[in-house]
Every structure is written in C-alpha cells, then in structure tokens.
C-alpha cells in the first residue's frame, strides 16, 4: 500500500509541474532547420508544437530520440510539428552526432542558452507542448519514453488509437542525410519585466585556495563547464571544495546545486 501510495504522490507532483505553466502564452521565437525549413510562433499558430531541449551528451535524450520521432509520425495525420532544438553546441558536433544517430524530426541548432531558459529547460531532455492558439500546454522534465510523451500531447487534444500507435512505433526508413548549412536560432524581440534586482553570481570555491565568479555555468556529476574571461573551461569537480562552495552561496541566496548522479545536470544561464 505504502507503494501504491508513494506511486500516486509521484504521480500528482509530475502533473502539477507539467500544469505549472500550461496556458500560458509561449515566447515568440524563429528558427530554421538543419535543412533549411523556418518556423515561428506566428507561423505554427493552428498546428500543435512540440519543442524537445536537448544536447548530444545527453544519455536519457538519446533514450528518449526514438520515441520523439515516432511521436512526428504518429501524429502527422493531426499536424503536429516536432522541433529538436540542440542547445548550445557546435554544429559539428551536431552534425556528427547525426550522421552516426540520425533522426526523422527537424532539428534545429541553438548556439546558445536564450531561448532554453525562457521555456524554463534546466535540464535534457525538457519537452515544452505548445498548442493551435500559441499558449504553453503543458512541460516535461526528463525522459519518460512513448507513454510519456503521449500523455504530454493529449493535453493539446492529440490522441490515437492501438492500430495507429502500432503503425507509428515502426521504425523510420528515412535515409540517413545532413543537408545545406544553417543557420543558429533567432529570437524575435519579446519585452519581459526586467528582475526586481541582479542575481548575484555564483562562487566556486576550489581545494588549492582559488575561487572563480560565474554567471553562466553547467554542472554535471563530473565537471564544471564554465566561461571565464570569454573562455570556456571544463574542470573537473574534484578539484572544487564543494562544502565552502555550497555554504557561501546559500548564504548569498544563490540557489546552487551539485549533481550526485551522471543522470542530473545543473545549469544556470
């Protein structure tokens, strides 16, 4: 019982954090496709958009790809759109990944954080479901595999019965192809409320005595990925004096967290 339990309460903070920010307006944006396609939030206005944050280094993305892009197909017939937005790294590095795990949805490269963290990802993969009218139907943290993702897209109202959900789980035969150039993401000019004060940087307090001011950073359970001076930089946490670290910046109101597992990141933009 005390299992059936924990499962329901599991259950219920799952779905209260997918409604947290469901119905309302999305971010505009604009972006263009690996091959060249350009949509915007004025242009998808009508069909239903499901937006996947991800990154090649990701494991649980990777555990996740094959039934996002079955979600593309099962759904076609009902005009959903699937934009596999990558953030924040290379193109190369992208296109490789491709080349060795190919994917029949359109990917789009986002050199950088913006548009990640306006849809709040703070970690891959992170599932944003914005529906016809252009509002935010519902968010997903994490992998969570076919079933997942389609109870995500029945809050937009996109459903299929068994004999479309068998002839959409088949395996895609699209080939295997990187086409033209593209172009890094855009972002249209949306006006937000500016903070009612600056957040104050983050502090990394490191075992040799030296110590690091970071306002955009990613942490994994291994490495801190940081820019300094321009510069990125990956250092390893062992060298990071993890106790003072923690301690000061709670001190400040820098809401800082140290990943435990290769399954968790942590960043801050």
């Known amino acids: 019982m005390s299992r059936i339990l924990q499962g329901l309460l599991v259950s219920i903070i799952l779905c209260a954090l997918a409604a947290a920010d469901a119905f309302k307006p999305a971010p505009p944006f604009s972006v ?9 939030s004025t242009s998808l206005r009508g069909r239903v958009t499901l937006l996947q944050f991800w990154a090649t280094w990701c494991p649980y993305c990777r555990r996740d790809q094959s039934a996002v892009d079955d979600m593309e197909r099962m759904f076609a017939d009902q005009g959903l759109v699937v934009l596999a937005v990558d953030v924040n790294e290379k193109e190369s590095t992208v296109r490789n990944y ?9 990917v789009v490269l986002n050199g950088g954080t913006e548009l990640a963290a306006r849809f709040g ?3 891959f993969p992170y599932y944003v ?3 016809g ?12 595999g076919e079933g997942s993702l389609r109870h995500l897209l029945g809050r937009a109202g996109l459903s299929q019965g068994p004999d479309a959900r068998a002839a959409g789980s088949r395996k895609s035969t699209v080939p295997t192809a990187i086409i ?7 972002l249209a000019g949306a006006q937000s409320a500016p903070p009612s004060k600056p957040r104050p940087k983050t502090i990394f307090f490191f075992t040799d005595g030296t110590r690091l001011e970071a ?5 994994d ?11 990125q930089r990956t250092i390893a946490l062992s060298a990071l004096d993890k106790k003072t670290t923690l301690t000061i910046n709670h001190q400040r109101g820098v809401d800082l967290n140290i990943p435990q597992s290769l399954s968790e990141i942590f960043l801050a933009f």
């Open 221 to 231: 359970a291994t490495f801190l990925h940081v820019e300094v001076d321009g510069q």
């Open 215 to 219: 306002d955009h950073y990613l942490l």
């Open 129 to 131: 479901l914005i529906d």
């Open 180 to 186: 033209a150039k593209s172009t890094v993401i855009e």
């Open 133 to 144: 009218n252009g509002n935010i139907a519902g968010v997903q943290s994490g992998a969570g």
């Open 32 to 40: 263009q496709t690996l091959d060249g396609e350009t949509f915007t």
């Open 98 to 106: 491709l080349q060795a795990n190919p994917r029949s949805c359109r």
């Open 121 to 123: 990802a703070h970690g």
